[in-house]
Each structure stands twice: as C-alpha cells, then as structure tokens.
C-alpha cells in the first residue's frame, strides 16, 4: 500500500538540486539508498549505492529516520520490511518491476501448494507477498551458494526468474522447480548482435548478469551480480567489456576504470529496451519532491511484513 501527493504540478524546483537534496537529508535525518541501475544523477546524490544483496545489508543496519530508496517497489518495500519504524520513501509509485509483476501472489500460491514438500526460494525482485510465501529469499550474488547449503535431498521451488533458476541449477547440479517469470530487461539482449560486436571488439570480454537468457550467458566470460561485474571490471587486465545487464551500471564501471571502455549490449530491436523503464522513472526532481513532502511512502500490513521478514532474515544469515 502506497500514499502519495494529490499533486506538485505547482511546486518550483530549486537550480540546485544536489544542495537541496543534501539540506533535506540532513534536516530528515535521511539515507539515499540507490541501485546500480539508476540514472547517473540519482547515483551521485546516493549516500549508498549497490546490488540488492547490499542496498539489504545497508537497509538492515541504518539508523537514519528516513530511507529514501531510489530503486523500485519490491526494494523499497524489503528496507521497509527491515525497518517498520522508518519512513521510506520511493521517488515514483510507478516504478514496478516487470519480474516482480510476472509472479502473481495468488497463482504462486497454488504453485506452491501443488509441491507442498520443497522448500522455496525466491529471488529479492518480487513483491513482498511472495516474500511472506517463502522460506528463503536469495539475491543473484547468494543464489548459487544458499542453494548449496540446502541438504541434497530436500527439493527446492524456485522462483520467479527461470533464467537465474536455470543459471543456478547449471552452477549446483541441483535440479529446482522453477516458476516461469522473467525480466523484461534481461529477456530483450540479442545473442547475434552481442555476437556481431564481439567480431568488431574482438578484445572485448562479455560480461553478463545471470537474470539473461542462458543463450546470451553462454558468450560471456564472466557471469555475476551487479556488484560482482562491477568488481570484475575494475580488477580484470581487460581494456573493454559488453556488459550484458541494465546500462546504468555502466556510469559506475566508467568511475572505478576510466581507462577501459563499457560497451552495452544490445537489446533485439532498435528500440532503447536495454534500459529498464521502471528504473528510470525515478527523477532527481521526484527525489528532491519527495524528500520535501515525505511521499510517497511505503506502508505494508504487520502480518504481511512479518511474514516476508523471516525469508530475508535467513537470506542474511546464510549470506557470507
């Protein structure tokens, strides 16, 4: 549940919003959370930037009163999970997520009934809903390893990215039951046309987040999180890289290795779809609007909340 301004359509904008931003932050006693994947300005303004194994861990552990999450629903919502007593703030109501939405919690809910013995795991990027229906939650840089640390024999549901399923599954040997969603984002990279750039770059590493379709992974040098091709970048002897994941990430690889050159890789059409729409719906104006008035906020029933706590809470335990 979400609560928000009637309207702003009047409100002026200050000339300098990073010194606007700054002032409310430290009139709200706030935090900038940010993910990789947002537009440049959001990331410089962030007091936090980071894959959603991190943005959680710094979720868990701030003690600012208010958490400004610049990043989508299901991020925003687990830093209010964590903190029931902080006002959290998403600049733009809009911004979902086409994996979270790919998993409706009532369907979910039969799925899971109809294997009523397996344990189910489920990746950070769904609503908090699913959440409270599972055991365990995983980001992509902990998947492979708390899949690991399932005994053997206990079958396991996974969910809701069949691409981050089947990566895991090829990484474990484990066989999962996997839910059928997918990102948007992740879904729209052209395997011809990585192909076609790694003719005209032929010193150019592929680099690729595991939410790619396995026939994309295949041409990839290296496979990880965000913060893991971030990581990557910077410490590989390679001058030039495609990186097969949400562009943002690009404007931080630029400011760890300004002598190496990002490629993004391509999306099959010529549209911009190598860009998630919802993550750019979120404005440094909306962050500064937001900051101003405190909404829209991120409000969850207790029941809900307390339910989807315990999967993170396994999640941080299991993580290293």
Same mark, same amino acid.
């Given at each position: 549940?979400?609560?928000?301004?009637?309207?702003?359509?009047?409100?002026?904008?200050?000339?300098?919003?990073?010194?606007?931003?700054?002032?409310?932050?430290?009139?709200?006693?706030?935090?900038?959370?940010?993910?990789?994947?947002?537009?440049?300005?959001?990331?410089?303004?962030?007091?936090?930037?980071?894959?959603?194994?991190?943005?959680?861990?710094?979720?868990?552990?701030?003690?600012?009163?208010?958490?400004?999450?610049?990043?989508?629903?299901?991020?925003?919502?687990?830093?209010?999970?964590?903190?029931?007593?902080?006002?959290?703030?998403?600049?733009?109501?809009?911004?979902?997520?086409?994996?979270?939405?790919?998993?409706?919690?009532?369907?979910?809910?039969?799925?899971?009934?109809?294997?009523?013995?397996?344990?189910?795991? /489920? !990746? $950070?990027?769904? &609503?908090?809903?699913?959440?409270?229906?599972?055991?365990?939650?995983?980001? %992509?840089?902990?998947? @492979?390893?708390?899949?690991?640390?399932?005994?053997?024999?206990?079958?396991?549901?996974?969910?809701?990215?069949?691409?981050?399923?089947?990566?895991?599954?090829?990484?474990?040997?484990?066989?999962?039951?996997?839910?059928?969603?997918?990102?948007?984002?992740?879904?729209?990279?052209?395997?011809?046309?990585?192909?076609?750039?790694?003719?005209?770059?032929?010193?150019?590493?592929?680099?690729?987040?595991?939410?790619?379709?396995?026939?994309?992974?295949?041409?990839? /040098? !290296? $496979?990880?999180? &965000?913060?893991?091709?971030?990581?990557?970048?910077?410490?590989?002897?390679? %001058?030039?890289?495609? @990186?097969?994941?949400?562009?943002?990430?690009?404007?931080?690889?630029?400011?760890?290795?300004?002598?190496?050159?990002?490629?993004?890789?391509?999306?099959?059409?010529?549209?911009?779809?190598?860009?998630?729409?919802?993550?750019?719906?979120?404005?440094?104006?909306?962050?500064?609007?937001?900051?101003?008035?405190?909404?829209?906020?991120?409000?969850?029933?207790?029941?809900?909340?307390?339910?989807?706590?315990?999967?993170?809470?396994?999640?941080?335990?299991?993580?290293?």
């Amino acid at each position: 549940m979400f609560t928000t301004l009637s309207s702003q359509s009047s409100v002026e904008i200050p000339a300098d919003l990073f010194g606007a931003i700054e002032e409310l932050k430290q009139e709200l006693n706030g935090i900038i959370l940010a993910h990789y994947y947002q537009d440049p300005d959001i990331q410089d303004v962030a007091d936090y930037i980071g894959d959603s194994l991190g943005l959680s861990r710094k979720a868990a552990a701030t003690d600012a009163a208010v958490i400004v999450f610049a990043g989508v629903h299901f991020m925003a919502e687990t830093a209010k999970i964590l903190n029931p007593e902080k006002l959290v703030l998403l600049p733009d109501l809009d911004a979902g997520c086409s994996l979270a939405d790919s998993c409706p919690p009532q369907a979910f809910a039969q799925f899971k009934a109809a294997h009523p013995d397996h344990t189910v795991i /489920s !990746y $950070i990027n769904c &609503t908090a809903e699913i959440k409270a229906l599972s055991d365990i939650i995983c980001t %992509s840089s902990n998947a @492979v390893d708390i899949v690991r640390q399932i005994p053997a024999d206990q079958p396991i549901i996974f969910a809701p990215d069949r691409n981050l399923g089947k990566y895991v599954m090829a990484e474990t040997g484990r066989e999962l039951v996997l839910w059928e969603g997918a990102c948007m984002v992740h879904e729209n990279f052209s395997e011809k046309k990585i192909v076609q750039l790694q003719i005209a770059h032929p010193d150019a590493e592929v680099i690729a987040h595991p939410e790619c379709e396995p026939a994309v992974l295949r041409h990839a /040098s !290296y $496979i990880g999180s &965000t913060t893991a091709l971030l990581k990557y970048a910077r410490q590989s002897s390679s %001058s030039a890289f495609i @990186v097969a994941t949400e562009p943002g990430i690009i404007h931080q690889m630029q400011k760890d290795a300004r002598d190496k050159t990002f490629i993004p890789a391509p999306p099959m059409n010529s549209c911009a779809c190598n860009e998630c729409p919802h993550m750019r719906l979120n404005t440094l104006e909306k962050l500064y609007l937001a900051m101003k008035y405190r909404t829209p906020e991120i409000t969850l029933p207790e029941a809900t909340r307390m339910a989807a706590l315990q999967p993170i809470q396994r999640m941080l335990a299991m993580s290293h």
